[in-house]
């Protein structure tokens, strides 16, 4: 079915297929900031604000930057700024089309905030450039065509390019993101719908993986790429999915193998690195011993690339080919985001 030209028309007719392979192009976006001057304080605190997607994308960006990273950085996926927020905190609210509540109400917080900390916004609505504008506020406004899961790589452009912009980090590693370019294309290509199942790693694991509830692990350095698989399990293969972190997964989830029934209806991806370190291999190694005969035998799937920074993005591209594979053979429509968009305005105040 997966190398049936018709087949993969008739089931995926928004061409999410070409959308991944095109996600290569992603790492050169070139981000331009509106209002980019600021007053140079130093920055000793990072907030990333965002729900979903914009949060998937702050999360790539700390986990690529690694120890490059010297300032505490966190990932804010409610509505309310936490309280550690000071006047040398830099405040970026993220937003793709569906997020936008929480954009406005963090965005909101973060203009009035007593302590004035500096604030950046990366957005696709309108409405939030606008309001942005009329304070000044640096910001990239990106497009708004285009499925937000597929996103991803262009919100952690932005985001990294406003980090340079107020000294975070050097433009080293933005630049360092686009050379990953050739890289991410010849994975691509391998992945891609014109390569048979054959030889094509994408397609024979979708079809390992369909029909059974996915679980992914993976190293603790790498927990974006797990939570990446199982983000892109739930809105495009339309399947429920779990992910976990070693050593995290060892203390108390292992338990929850060990009881009837014995026949589990699930697949297991570890997602293995040859970064990983010694304690997440034995981690891994220990945990295919324990759970032997009582848990379903887990699939390897190693990153491809050589650096930190090219394993986490082919994890995610990765993610992206396969979910749609899964969603096709599932008969499923891997582009369909209309129950989030109704939940939307069921909640929207």
Request: with cysteine.
């Amino acid at each position: 079915m997966l190398d049936d030209v018709n087949v993969l028309k008739q089931r995926d007719a928004k061409g999410l297929l070409e959308d991944a392979a095109a996600l290569c192009q992603q790492v050169s976006y070139q981000a331009v900031i509106e209002d980019s001057e600021h007053d140079g304080r130093h920055i000793t605190h990072v907030v990333v604000a965002g729900i979903d997607v914009p949060a998937l994308a702050g999360d790539l960006v700390k986990t690529m930057l690694g120890d490059q990273l010297t300032v505490p950085y966190e990932v804010v996926r409610e509505h309310t700024l936490p309280a550690s927020v000071s006047s040398t905190t830099l405040v970026v609210v993220c937003s793709y089309k569906n997020d936008s509540d929480q954009a406005r109400a963090c965005l909101e917080q973060a203009l009035a905030h007593h302590q004035r900390p500096q604030v950046a916004l990366i957005a696709a609505e309108k409405e939030l450039l606008e309001r942005a504008a009329t304070h000044h506020v640096a910001r990239v406004a990106l497009s708004p065509e285009g499925r937000a899961q597929l996103n991803v790589i262009v919100i952690a452009r932005s985001l990294l390019r406003i980090l340079v912009q107020f000294g975070v980090v050097p433009v080293s590693t933005y630049d360092a993101l686009e050379r990953t370019k050739a890289f991410l294309a010849h994975e691509s290509e391998q992945w891609s719908k014109e390569t048979v199942i054959q030889h094509n790693y994408a397609k024979q694991l979708a079809l390992l993986a369909v029909g059974k509830t996915l679980v992914f692990y993976a190293p603790e350095t790498f927990g974006f790429v797990a939570h990446a698989w199982k983000n892109a399990w739930n809105k495009t293969a339309k399947n429920i999915a779990f992910w976990n972190t070693f050593p995290e997964a060892a203390y108390g989830e292992l338990l929850g193998w060990t009881s009837h029934p014995i026949e589990k209806p699930f697949a297991i991806f570890d997602l293995r690195s040859s970064l990983e370190s010694t304690r997440a291999t034995r981690g891994f190694d220990a945990t295919d011993k324990l759970l032997s005969g009582r848990r379903p035998k887990s699939t390897s799937v190693y990153l491809p690339g050589e650096t930190l920074m090219e394993q986490v993005v082919a994890g995610y591209v990765l993610a992206q080919f396969v979910s749609i594979y899964v969603a096709i053979l599932n008969n499923a429509n891997p582009s369909d985001d209309t129950l989030i968009e109704r939940y939307q305005k069921e909640t929207q105040v």
